[in-house]
């Protein structure tokens, strides 16, 4: 079946500007999770969705990122006034629910000129 | 200190060799336990969830202590196919993972 989507896969844009990565869970999957991975490093908790609401935050580095899961299913995540330090992969997760799984997107490599 | 500990490596072994990974985490309140694989430029993909009694998945073998807050993961004869970064993960309360940076397996011919 098909998994977890993301889209862009790759996007370069410059410093300042607005972005939006997009992700499409698993179906039927009710958590979905943001991540972000930087060279060398892994994978950064940012934000946590149970359903339509954000479960968990306490990743999102400051207010500049904002992500939304409207109707419980896809889900986007918003960074506006991108700055050099943004750079890096995005990763959407789902899973089943609390405590299951997580299974990963290709993920967005974004990188900020 | 990081909350999830792992050797970076590289470990670099021959085809058929056995090769352990170990990994410490820092919050004793850590509900869930798992090894990940992760291929260069790729996402990660679950490898194998780790339970206290231990389990086995073929030639992966897991392994949880909680008193010392410690993961291991054992492979088996080694496959020129296993070359790639295994990530331990620790899943707390809320949901949330915490990764490892990763340990960087090369296997050699």
């Known amino acids: 079946g098909a998994g977890v989507s993301q889209t862009p896969s790759n996007k370069v844009t410059e410093k300042g500007k607005y972005v939006e990565l997009r992700c499409d869970p698993i179906?039927?999957?009710?958590?979905l999770y943001w991540y972000r991975q930087s060279l060398g490093q892994g994978p950064e908790f940012l934000i946590y969705f149970q359903g339509t609401g954000a479960a968990d935050d306490s990743g999102l580095p400051n207010d500049r990122f904002f992500a939304v899961r409207p109707e419980g299913s896809v889900s986007t995540l918003k960074i506006q006034r991108t700055e050099r330090g943004d750079s890096a992969v995005y990763l959407c997760?789902?899973?089943?629910?609390?405590?299951?799984?997580?299974?990963f997107g290709d993920g967005t490599r974004l990188s900020i000129l | 200190r990081k909350e999830v500990e792992q050797d970076p490596g590289p470990f670099n072994v021959p085809e058929g060799a056995t090769v352990a990974f170990n990994c410490t985490y820092s919050n004793s309140a850590s509900q869930s336990f798992f090894w990940y694989r992760q291929d260069c430029r790729k996402e990660p993909k679950l490898l194998m969830s780790v339970y206290s009694s231990g389990n086995e998945d073929g030639r992966f073998t897991a392994q949880l202590n909680r008193a010392s807050q410690y993961i291991s993961l054992l492979i088996r004869d080694s496959k020129l196919s296993d070359s790639a970064t295994y990530l331990c993960?620790?899943?707390?309360?809320?949901?949330?993972?915490?990764f490892g940076t990763g340990t960087l397996l090369a296997v050699q011919p």
């Open positions: 993960v620790v899943g707390g309360a809320t949901n949330k993972l915490i």
């Open positions: 997760a789902s899973s089943l629910g609390a405590n299951q799984p997580q299974h």
């Open positions: 179906s039927g999957h009710t958590a």
